[in-house]
């Protein structure tokens, strides 16, 4: 069927049609994780980077008195967690000949720097979604988000190359819960997992701004 606001053919033929100089995306919506990861970024350096951590205490302290036999032995506490660069690729793909076109005194949008604004706008979006992945897509050389992060072994037996069954304490808290997500158990689970000042910094100052805001 016809549109019925569409202009005759005596009018098609005789005005020029009019293109708003805007480029209006109902497809992309705000990605806060992308922005969060990449506000705390460090610089890569190496082929790989290694992080320390403590597994376990050492030899048992003793009491003694005088001359008393003091333990000489040693025991192994530490171990690296082992990373590896990952990399992500956006293309932009544009005919010559569309180029060509798109420069003439008609031009309203510059189509190389609308496309490549867009494709950016892509990447970061999709990149956000990579952060909130496991790394098992495109057989294993997407980034390690949060998916393999924040897990108990359920998804990644491994992390930074480690087991997880060996060392207990990459396991994540994972709790299963249902219906609403309310504040109560938001903050229960933030008792779960602090341990002094040690806490999550990050769902902490979340959670104060619900709060306070």
């Given at each position: 069927?016809?549109?019925p606001?569409?202009?005759n053919?005596?009018?098609q033929?005789t005005?020029?049609q009019y293109l708003?100089p805007?480029w209006?995306d109902?497809?992309?919506?705000?990605n806060?994780?992308f922005?969060?990861?990449?506000?705390k970024?460090?610089?890569?350096d190496?082929?790989?980077?290694?992080?320390?951590?403590?597994?376990?205490?050492?030899?048992?302290s003793?009491?003694?008195?005088g001359?008393?036999q003091?333990?000489?032995s040693?025991?192994?506490?530490?171990v690296n967690?082992?990373?590896?660069?990952?990399?992500v690729?956006?293309n932009?793909?544009l005919?010559g000949?569309?180029l060509?076109?798109?420069?003439?005194p008609?031009q309203k949008?510059?189509l190389l720097t609308?496309?490549m604004?867009?494709?950016a706008?892509?990447?970061a979006d999709d990149?956000g979604n990579f952060?909130q992945?496991?790394?098992?897509?495109?057989?294993?050389?997407a980034?390690?988000?949060?998916?393999n992060t924040?897990?108990d072994g359920?998804?990644a037996?491994?992390y930074?190359g480690?087991?997880?069954a060996?060392?207990a304490?990459l396991?994540?808290?994972?709790?299963?819960?249902?219906?609403?997500?309310s504040?109560?158990?938001?903050r229960?689970?933030?008792?779960?997992?602090?341990?002094?000042?040690?806490e999550?910094?990050?769902?902490?100052?979340?959670?104060?701004?619900m709060?306070?805001?």
């Amino acid at each position: 069927m016809a549109d019925p606001n569409s202009p005759n053919v005596n009018i098609q033929t005789t005005t020029n049609q009019y293109l708003a100089p805007a480029w209006v995306d109902q497809v992309l919506r705000d990605n806060f994780f992308f922005g969060e990861v990449l506000s705390k970024t460090e610089k890569w350096d190496g082929s790989q980077m290694l992080f320390p951590i403590k597994y376990q205490k050492g030899i048992a302290s003793v009491a003694f008195n005088g001359f008393d036999q003091l333990p000489t032995s040693q025991q192994p506490v530490s171990v690296n967690m082992t990373f590896y660069p990952t990399f992500v690729a956006t293309n932009v793909a544009l005919a010559g000949s569309d180029l060509s076109v798109n420069k003439t005194p008609s031009q309203k949008l510059n189509l190389l720097t609308t496309m490549m604004k867009s494709r950016a706008q892509d990447g970061a979006d999709d990149i956000g979604n990579f952060f909130q992945g496991d790394g098992s897509s495109f057989g294993g050389k997407a980034p390690a988000g949060l998916g393999n992060t924040v897990d108990d072994g359920t998804v990644a037996s491994t992390y930074g190359g480690l087991s997880r069954a060996t060392y207990a304490g990459l396991n994540a808290t994972n709790t299963a819960s249902g219906g609403t997500v309310s504040l109560l158990k938001i903050r229960q689970l933030a008792n779960s997992i602090t341990d002094g000042s040690v806490e999550p910094d990050f769902f902490s100052n979340r959670l104060h701004h619900m709060v306070i805001h």
